[in-house]
């Protein structure tokens, strides 16, 4: 079993800056890749970033591109989720989950309570 963590939400002012972790407990795969999620009232959870935890590779909404890093620490079971330039459309309940390695955007994994992130005016 994988336990996932999500952490580093908040409120921000537009253009700002958060970075958001995402801690994995239990048994794990170093082959398996990481994705985060989002979803805001109203609208369905969609997919922002992935990860390969074999070889690094990135994937990223076109919505957050150039704006929003992934990166991982192996060592520690955790992906972090770097987003700079907020923008109001980016508050949503941002969530990780693992995700196939070969179709980054499909999520496989049990999800988690996710973190808050507000992004004011």
């Known amino acids: 079993q994988v336990q996932l963590v999500e952490s580093g939400g908040g409120l921000v002012q537009a253009g700002g800056s958060l970075r958001l972790s995402c801690a994995a407990s239990?048994?794990?795969?170093?082959?398996?890749?990481m994705g985060w999620f989002r979803q805001a009232p109203g609208k369905e959870r969609e997919f922002v970033a992935a990860i390969s935890w074999t070889d690094g590779s990135t994937n990223y909404a076109d919505s957050v591109k150039g704006r929003f890093t992934i990166s991982r620490d192996n060592a520690k079971n955790t992906v972090y989720l770097q987003m700079n330039s907020l923008k109001p459309e980016d508050t949503a309940v941002y969530y990780c989950?693992?995700?196939?390695?070969?179709?980054?955007?499909?999520?496989?994994?049990?999800w988690g309570q996710g973190t808050q992130v507000t992004v004011s005016s």
């Open positions: 239990g048994r794990t795969f170093s082959s398996v890749s």
């Open positions: 989950n693992t995700v196939l390695t070969l179709d980054p955007s499909r999520p496989f994994g049990s």
